[in-house]
């Protein structure tokens, strides 16, 4: 591969650049079963190790290719099937609470898309309630699912806001993820202090009183349960 075309792929992978909101997949991503996924990455990435001169007879790196394998499909990269999307159930919003409800501090455990290293961090997400509620717990599982696929944090902020958008029938939705890219500190810069922070917020969420209200909230540092 020439320099130049070296250059343009890195220059690619450090600007963080996603053509869409929605994540890049084939036609056919899911014509092929999940075992039939995991032969085939275990048969490729026992090749990638060969090719760094690993020795795949050693007891220690026997079982390697097919823990990657099974990783990649049933971990890491579950959420890109939709069959996997969590049921977010959601209530009749009997009480009538038309006040911002909040959901902070949910963990993030992603990977980047063009290194495929770990993002980890929190997302922070606020919406007000019209006419439905979702359960609390169904934020986090609806996180935790776009969070599961080789991701921009960019991306994953507006996946998660238009899904919950959807979900719950109103447009007043508000997300914040803040997260440590290990592209960034452990090759490239390796800088291992700096993280990163997106926003994506719609409706009300765009009057600046309202959107500080939410800041403020999410400054709190969680409290400790005796």
Do not use: W
């Not at 990435?45 to 007879?57: C, P, S, V, Y």
């Not at 109103?170 to 291992?192: E, F, P, W």
């Amino acid at each position: 591969m020439s320099t130049k075309k070296e250059n343009e792929i890195e220059s690619i992978g450090d600007a963080h650049i996603s053509n869409s909101a929605e994540t890049p997949l084939r036609a056919d991503a899911f014509d092929t079963s999940d075992d039939d996924k995991i032969k085939n990455i275990q048969y490729h990435f026992a090749e990638i190790m060969k090719e760094l001169g690993l020795d795949l007879t050693d007891d220690s790196f026997s079982g390697t290719p097919y823990r990657v394998a099974k990783m990649f499909v049933k971990e890491l990269f579950f959420g890109l099937n939709p069959k996997n999307r969590p049921k977010t159930s959601v209530f009749e919003n009997k009480y009538q609470y038309n006040k911002m409800l909040v959901e902070q501090n949910i963990n993030i455990d992603s990977s980047c898309e063009h290194h495929f290293l770990p993002i980890v961090g929190t997302a922070h997400v606020g919406y007000f309630p019209k006419g439905k509620v979702i359960g609390l717990s169904k934020i986090n599982r609806l996180v935790d699912y776009y969070a599961h696929r080789p991701q921009v944090q960019e991306r994953l902020c507006l996946q998660i806001l238009k899904d919950l958008q959807q979900t719950l029938g109103t447009k007043d939705v508000i997300v914040v993820v803040q997260a440590k890219h290990l592209c960034v500190s452990s090759r490239g810069i390796k800088d291992k202090s700096s993280f990163t922070t997106t926003i994506e917020y719609r409706g009300k969420f765009v009057e600046s009183v309202i959107r500080k209200e939410f800041m403020e909230i999410i400054k709190n540092k969680p409290f400790d349960i005796v």
